[in-house]
C-alpha cells in the first residue's frame, strides 16, 4: 500500500471479535477521541449486520468504561479511565481472595464438536488462526450451513444499517478517509450477496468507496472453518494465516492504488468493482519463511543426514495432501511463533526435509503396493525399493487410516522418529523398512 500510495503508514487493527456494524461505528467514535486516522478500513461480510444475541460485542457495549466514554457517566468507568490503581485491583484482587474464579478446563469433559473448534496456539483470541481443523484441511463449502446460519438469525437490525451513517460522518467530522471493503468468505449464498450488494449501494448513495470482492477467487487453503455454535454446522468464513498474507497483500494494492488515483472522491471508479481474478500466493516459493529462515531450511536441508541420500520414503495415505503445502503450513507456524525452542524449531525442519523427499502411491508406479495395504508384508515394501515408511497419525479423528495398523505391531518395521505436525495436530512417523528373517 505505501509503494503505491507513495505514502508513510503506520496500520493499526483495532477489529472487535464477532462484533456488528453497529458496534464497530461505537467503537470507532471512541477511537477518533485519541488518534487522528488517515484511512480507515471497515471490513464486512453480512453478518455485520445482525446483532447476535450472543456475543462478544455485548462486553463491549456492557463494560461500564465503554458507556462512561460514551458521555454516560459512571463512577467506575471514571475510575476505569483515570485510575491505574482501580484497575490494577480489579484485575489482582479478585485472583488473591479467590483463586478458584480462574478458569480451569477440564479436557476429559470436552465433547466431539469442542475437539473439531479449531483453536490459535494462544486462545487469546486476538491471534491469527494458524491452523485447520485436523479433519479436513483440505474441503468444499458448506452451503447449506452458511445459509442456515443467516437465516437463523432474527433480521438485519436497523442499528447495523445506521452505522455506515454513523460512519460517514465520523469520516467528514474527523477528516479522514472511510473505505467498506467486503471480506471473502469460502461459502457464499444467494441471501449473503444480498446483503453485501444492499450494504455497497446503501454506502455508495452516501458518498462512501465499497471495494467489492465478488469477482475475486482465493484457493481453498486460503480459509479454515469455525464451528457455528447452535448448528454445529461448518461455517468457513475465516481466514488461515495465509489466506490472511494472501489477501491483506491484494487488499494494500488496491488501497494503494486507490490513492495514487484519488478513487475515494469516486464511489463508481473501476478500482471499487475489480475485474475477475484469483489470487496466488506466493510464500510457497520460501515454504511460509522469511528469506533468512528459508536459508536455514536449505542449509538443513543440505546437511541432512538422518537418512541415506536419495531414499525413497513412501507415504501410504490415501490422502495426499501437497508436500509444499505441508511445508509451507509449517513454515508460516513457524515463522510467528518466535518463541519456539531451538531443538523443536530444528526438529520442524527436518521434518520439513522429509516432506520433500517422501512419494506417495500415485508418484510410485508399484502396482504390487495393492498387496502390502492388505497385508502390511514388509517383503512387497523391499522388492519395491521402499527402505522408509512415513505414516501420518491423525490425533482427533482416528478412524481415518492413513497406515495399515500392522505396520505398529510387525517388529520388521523400526520405529526411527516421530514428529508432531503442529498446523493439523498430527502425529508423523518414520519407520525403517527390514528385512524379514
Known sequence: MQNRAELSLNCFNFALMDASASTVAQLVSLLVQDYDFE????????????????????????????????GDFNFEGWLNEHSYLFRALKIYLPLLYFPDSLIQVDASAQTERDRHVIKSPEE??????????????????????????????????????????????????NNFRLVLVEFPTMATDGSSRAVMAEAAAYAQARGIPFLSTQTIGLPITAYTDTVESTT???????????????????????IGDAFANDAFDDVHHPLWTPSAQTLTPDYEATLGFSREHYQQ??????????????????????????????????????????????????????????????????????????????????????AAGITYLMCRQESEVVTQLHCPPAVYENPAYTAIRSWGYAPFSDQYHLFYVGMVP
Open 297 to 382: 531450511y536449505q542449509t538443513r536441508q543440505k546437511a541432512f543426514t538422518l537418512l541415506p541420500a536419495e531414499t525413497v520414503i513412501f507415504n501410504p495415505s490415501p490422502v495426499e495432501l501437497d508436500r509444499v503445502f505441508l511445508q509451507s503450513n509449517l513454515g508460516l507456524l513457524m515463522e510467528r511463533q518466535p518463541e519456539m525452542p531451538p531443538d523443536v524449531w530444528q526438529e520442524n525442519l527436518d521434518l520439513m526435509v522429509i516432506f520433500d523427499r517422501m512419494r506417495y502411491r500415485s508418484e510410485l508406479d508399484q502396482p504390487a503396493l495393492t498387496g502390502w495395504y492388505e497385508s502390511a508384508d514388509p517383503v512387497i515394501l523391499r
Open 39 to 70: 484511512l480507515i478500513i471497515w471490513g464486512l461480510q453480512a453478518h455485520s449486520f445482525y446483532s447476535l444475541a450472543e456475543s462478544n460485542e455485548n462486553y463491549f457495549s456492557e463494560s461500564t468504561w465503554i458507556q462512561y466514554r460514551l
Open 232 to 254: 454445529q454446522h461448518y461455517i468457513h468464513n475465516h481466514f488461515h494465516v495465509s489466506g490472511s498474507i494472501l489477501f491483506s497483500g491484494w487488499l494494500g494494492t488496491q
Open 124 to 173: 487469546s483470541g486476538y491471534n491469527a488462526i494458524l491452523t485447520y481443523r485436523s479433519s479436513a484441511p483440505l474441503f468444499a463449502p458448506d452451503e447449506d450451513a452458511f445459509v442456515h446460519y443467516l437465516t437463523s438469525l432474527s433480521a438485519p437490525s436497523h442499528a447495523d444499517w445506521q452505522a455506515i451513517d454513523v460512519m460517514g460522518q465520523l469520516s467528514k467530522d
